[in-house]
């Protein structure tokens, strides 16, 4: 289907004002475990996740589904069920983490590419086709079922951390949830299969989409507090536990949403993700998500201290470290890897986080982030809007990149760059609040190459010592681990963090 956003990990959610009284319902998948494809490692832990936030914000029924539960004709029939027990005005919830892929399509001409989507569940195997072709689920069949439950008269929010195609930059390390192309044609496994290729995008008026990466992008499974993850699946949950609730109203807007959770993908993935909402008409813009989002929070904005700063999992290759690293502990999962021979720095995604970095110049590079992890932990409470034009997930030797930030009016607004080598870049500061939109100039590549994270912060109160610590020439960025620990538990701030590599032509 081409107007549910193609990268097949999308968001759908109502588009109409939301009743505080109206239920809430939730059918939530993941799927881990696979008869013919790659195994994955975080879509359970996403459906658990997902649930658990539903189950705090007080659903009325979340049903979740895990590996061989998810069978097709058991998530037919809880979806059935579920509409049917709803009533009009409620809102059904329905989420999907695991692999989704491509087969020809059963109306060839309909497809320009000639291929469907789907979801493939645990036990399809293209080897034993008759046997097993309906463990699958259609984009054209969620259509039907979206339009179905919109004619009720309720509320779709559909989350789908999945994607059909797409290839990487960087990041091989990484599993993806892409499985192998299906090349068998093969009968559709319902009607709806069929009807659901006539459904139009305008035809959905309670229903808004979110794509959780770019047609051109695939949609992996990334680290996340040490654990995999989708992205997607990570930020819906904690917008589900009220953090999209940007002004503490108890509602959770479209743009609040928005505004949430785009940012969150991009900083828990790295900026391999670039999440899209669609469609960007002004109903939809004004619409309300989410009522009574308190009843899950005692207080939408900070609850507790901010956690303790964990050593990295780290280990070395090519030979021996000449120097002992603080901050650091030998192994674990996805861990750190330094290569002596070619003196970089990797990350867990396996991604190159700096290169020409001596093994005495390593510590700043360590201790970057683990300051990194206390401004994750600060933004996913409030995070903001930083605009890095073009969009991609690699950029090139030279090649002229811009900045923006938007919604930064209040506060004492800092800006700064964290460099691969893990030097503090001071950008300068707003201390009375930068504006609704800011352009923060145009720089271009250079080396050394790597990771950099451009940080963009305000303050609710002054932020004037911070400032002038930022500003000493040497800073490095083990000595502002401690002073933001202490400044994030004594005020509430927003941040924001647009992750950016580069490599040489």
């Keep these: 289907m081409r107007w549910l956003p193609s990268a097949f990990a999308a968001l759908c959610l109502a588009a109409s004002p939301v009743p505080v009284w109206a239920a809430t319902y939730g059918l939530v998948i993941g799927i881990d475990n696979y008869d013919a494809a790659p195994d994955l490692d975080g879509s359970v832990a996403d459906a658990e996740d997902i649930a658990a936030a539903l189950d705090a914000y007080g659903a009325a029924r979340v049903v979740k589904l895990t590996n061989a539960d998810a069978s097709r004709a058991r998530i037919v029939s809880e979806f059935d069920r579920l509409v049917a027990e709803a009533s009009p005005g409620d809102t059904l919830i329905f989420t999907y983490s695991g692999h989704g892929t491509q087969a020809p399509a059963f109306v060839p001409e309909a497809e320009p590419d000639g291929l469907?989507?789907?979801?493939?569940?645990?036990?399809?195997?293209?080897?034993?086709?008759?046997?097993?072709?309906?463990?699958?689920?259609?984009?054209?069949?969620?259509?039907a079922w979206l339009l179905r439950a919109q004619a009720k008269g309720m509320r779709v929010v559909f989350v789908a951390d999945s994607c059909h195609s797409g290839g990487m930059d960087r990041a091989l390390g990484l599993k993806t949830r892409l499985a192998p192309r299906v090349e068998v044609p093969s009968e559709p496994p319902s009607a709806e299969a069929l009807s659901g290729e006539r459904i139009k995008e305008d035809e959905f008026k309670s229903v808004v989409f979110l794509a959780a990466s770019l047609e051109s992008q695939p949609t992996p499974e990334v680290i996340i507090d040490g654990q995999s993850r989708g992205a997607l699946s990570y930020a819906f949950a904690r917008a589900l536990e009220g953090?999209?609730?940007?002004?503490?109203?108890?509602?959770?807007?479209?743009?609040e949403l928005e505004d949430y959770v785009l940012p969150i993908v991009k900083q828990e993935s790295e900026a391999l993700q670039t999440p899209e909402f669609r469609p960007r008409n002004a109903e939809?813009?004004?619409?309300t998500v989410l009522g009574d989002v308190k009843q899950a929070l005692d207080n939408p904005l900070k609850t507790e201290p901010p956690a303790d700063v964990h050593d990295l999992p780290f280990i070395v290759s090519g030979g021996t470290l000449p120097v002992n690293l603080d901050g650091v502990k030998n192994g674990g999962n996805?861990?750190?890897?330094?290569?002596?021979?070619?003196?970089?720095?990797?990350?867990?995604?396996?991604?190159?986080?700096?290169?020409?970095?001596?093994?005495?110049?390593?510590?700043?590079?360590?201790?970057?982030?683990?300051?990194?992890?206390?401004?994750?932990?600060?933004?996913?409470?409030?995070?903001?809007?930083?605009?890095?034009?073009?969009?991609?997930?690699?950029?090139k030797s030279a090649e002229r990149l811009s900045l923006s930030a938007r919604s930064w009016t209040k506060g004492y607004v800092l800006m700064f760059n964290l460099a691969n080598t893990g030097e503090v870049q001071y950008l300068g500061a707003y201390p009375n609040g930068a504006g609704e939109a800011v352009a923060l100039g145009q720089f271009a590549v250079t080396p050394p190459y790597g990771a950099d994270h451009l940080i963009v912060m305000s303050l609710e109160k002054d932020g004037k010592e911070i400032d002038d610590l930022l500003q000493q020439r040497g800073i490095k960025p083990g000595a502002l681990i401690e002073r933001f620990k202490d400044l994030f538990s004594h005020q509430n701030a927003k941040v924001a963090i647009q992750p950016f590599y580069t490599e040489s032509l």
């Design 243 to 255: 953090k999209a609730d940007l002004d503490g109203d108890g509602v959770i807007t479209r743009i």
């Design 334 to 395: 996805r861990p750190f890897r330094y290569d002596v021979n070619e003196q970089r720095l990797y990350s867990p995604f396996g991604d190159v986080a700096a290169e020409r970095l001596l093994p005495n110049q390593l510590q700043p590079a360590i201790d970057k982030y683990r300051l990194l992890s206390v401004l994750k932990d600060e933004s996913r409470l409030n995070t903001g809007a930083i605009i890095l034009s073009p969009a991609r997930p690699l950029y």
């Design 284 to 287: 939809a813009m004004r619409s």
């Design 116 to 143: 469907d989507e789907f979801f493939q569940l645990g036990r399809f195997d293209p080897s034993r086709m008759e046997e097993t072709k309906n463990e699958r689920i259609f984009d054209q069949e969620i259509r």
